[in-house]
């Protein structure tokens, strides 16, 4: 499979500086939503390359360190919990995606973006771009961004949040709705990491 043909087509249009974005952690019932945006040197080959979602978690570990020497540039962003909250999961990974476009060292003449949305009611991808509906498994540059996001987001909610509330054992769910972190939130209930607004279906069965 030809990682680069959607970049190379962008070229050909005259895109110079194209960059890949991508976010991780939409789905969790606690903890940030991250996003990472990418410009790796044009056909760069790295090899195993692929989505996050497919790659073994200590294959990720070590193509994050790949990615972070060869890219060009990059930059890992995030929506707090608390955000998500007052805003909705659509709009906070929107702004992820901006935030993480923003923070690049080299500015971007177009964004591919995975999927197919590009904006919520409040945030919206500004920076010029397109959406790829798989992206992640047919972009060599959001493919990389899909890796940052997920690593840096794993080892935020398995470091720091673990640290922070070591009684939800946040090292070992990342925050997702497993029965583990279910049994933690009957116990203890929730903590300032927790999205209020992932929990209703939990309050609802308490009540």
């Not at 962008?10 to 996003?35: F, K, S, T």
């Not at 945030?123 to 690593?151: Q, R, Y």
């Not at 470091?159 to 939130?185: I, R």
């Amino acid at each position: 499979m030809d990682f680069w043909s959607y970049e190379r087509k962008q070229r050909h249009n005259g895109a110079r500086h194209i960059c890949g974005v991508d976010e991780a952690g939409a789905g969790p019932l606690a903890g940030p939503v991250y996003a990472a945006a990418v410009i790796l040197p044009d056909d760069l080959q790295i090899e195993g390359l692929n989505d996050s979602k497919k790659l073994t978690e200590k294959k990720r570990e070590a193509l994050y360190d790949v990615i972070l020497e060869q890219a060009r540039a990059w930059s890992v962003a995030r929506v707090e919990a608390e955000e998500i909250d007052e805003m909705d999961i659509l709009n906070a990974r929107m702004l992820a995606m901006q935030r993480a476009i923003d923070g690049l060292s080299v500015k971007p003449d177009l964004a591919l973006i995975d999927g197919n949305r590009d904006h919520g009611k409040r945030n919206a991808i500004e920076t010029p771009h397109l959406c790829i509906v798989g992206g992640d498994g047919l972009s060599a540059n959001i493919a990389a961004a899909s890796i940052l996001a997920k690593v840096s987001r794993d080892r935020y909610v398995a470091g720091e949040l673990n640290e922070l509330y070591p009684e939800y054992q946040f090292a070992k769910h990342k925050g997702y709705g497993t029965k583990l972190h279910y049994e933690m939130l009957d116990t203890y209930g929730p903590c300032p990491a927790h999205r209020k607004t992932f929990l209703k279906k939990w309050e609802a069965r308490r009540k």
